[in-house]
């Protein structure tokens, strides 16, 4: 067994990534992502076990793997008020009805709950193949995420921002004031929902600071667009309390947040 190795994982709709870090050391030694081609539920479990039969970085026996999956949505219940019991209950308010069974874990950094949903064959298919795996729903990862690089007496935003699925999270003074998660089709439709968002919670879109967290290139048209109506967009580097393979070190500063994140708010 690699006594010191982690795996971590993250899977969309879209893509499958992941990296391996030494624990031990704090060294991450390989990060990987795949392009899905397709994003049905059946073609995406085919294409994992394609992936992992494949990989053969993936056929280590780590001493621990931790996984999200962004497929879903999530609803936040505050500690006060949760009962297990009535889980199915709460996520039906906000979510249309599912026949999936309905998770739930306590976030690190809020006294809350988050409750979601996670397709039982892509559920299955992961837990076959990375056998002990701690698996999480994305949303809850990045709102502790969030919270854990958020500053005392300001109010910050922060983005997730995926091929089609964007996360906003809104703390003031490390403190969470507002979530959400949104598909989007075309840049016109990001900038609609972002600044929507932002109107509707009454905040200056001038002086509020946009923390953004991407694999897309800071290139992208998003981002161009996005500044026409944002002050003060700011890109999230790599935690420094981590160091990189030269292979990673040469990759662009702000990528994989989706798998460093599962570290931090383990």
């Known amino acids: 067994m690699t006594q010191d190795l982690?795996?971590?994982?993250?899977?969309?709709?879209?893509?499958?990534?992941?990296?391996?870090?030494?624990?031990?050391?704090?060294?991450?030694?390989?990060?990987?992502?795949?392009?899905?081609?397709?994003?049905?539920?059946?073609?995406?479990?085919?294409?994992?076990?394609?992936?992992?039969?494949?990989?053969?970085?993936?056929?280590?026996?780590?001493?621990?793997?931790?996984?999200?999956?962004?497929?879903?949505?999530?609803?936040?219940?505050?500690?006060?008020?949760?009962?297990?019991n009535y889980k199915h209950e709460y996520f039906n308010l906000t979510n249309t009805y599912s026949k999936d069974e309905v998770m739930y874990e306590r976030l690190k950094f809020s006294p809350c709950f988050a409750l979601f949903t996670l397709n039982n064959k892509i559920y299955k298919k992961l837990s076959s193949l990375f056998k002990k795996a701690i698996?999480?729903?994305?949303?809850?990862?990045?709102?502790?995420?969030?919270?854990?690089?958020s500053k005392k007496n300001e109010k910050e935003l922060f983005l997730h921002i995926d091929k089609s699925i964007f996360h906003i999270i809104i703390t003031d003074d490390k403190k969470l004031i507002f979530y959400n998660k949104y598909n989007f089709k075309t840049t016109n439709d990001f900038i609609y929902y972002l600044?929507?968002?932002?109107?509707?919670?009454?905040?200056?879109?001038?002086?509020?600071?946009?923390?953004?967290?991407?694999?897309?290139d800071i290139s992208d048209p998003i981002f161009g667009k996005t500044k026409?109506?944002?002050?003060?967009?700011?890109?999230?580097?790599?935690?420094?309390?981590?160091?990189?393979d030269h292979s990673i070190k040469n990759q662009a500063d702000h990528m994989h947040h989706n798998l460093l994140s599962q570290i931090i708010c383990e």
């Open 6 to 84: 982690t795996l971590i994982f993250h899977l969309s709709l879209y893509e499958f990534s992941y990296l391996i870090i030494n624990t031990k050391k704090n060294y991450i030694t390989k990060t990987q992502t795949y392009q899905l081609a397709d994003s049905s539920i059946e073609t995406i479990t085919n294409q994992i076990e394609d992936i992992v039969k494949n990989d053969t970085q993936l056929h280590a026996i780590f001493h621990k793997t931790l996984g999200t999956i962004d497929i879903g949505n999530t609803t936040l219940i505050p500690d006060s008020l949760f009962d297990q």
């Open 135 to 149: 698996i999480k729903n994305t949303g809850s990862v990045l709102i502790d995420y969030s919270l854990y690089l």
């Open 195 to 216: 600044i929507n968002c932002i109107n509707v919670l009454g905040i200056d879109s001038e002086d509020i600071k946009i923390k953004i967290m991407t694999n897309k």
């Open 228 to 244: 026409k109506y944002i002050n003060k967009l700011i890109f999230l580097a790599k935690d420094v309390k981590f160091t990189y």
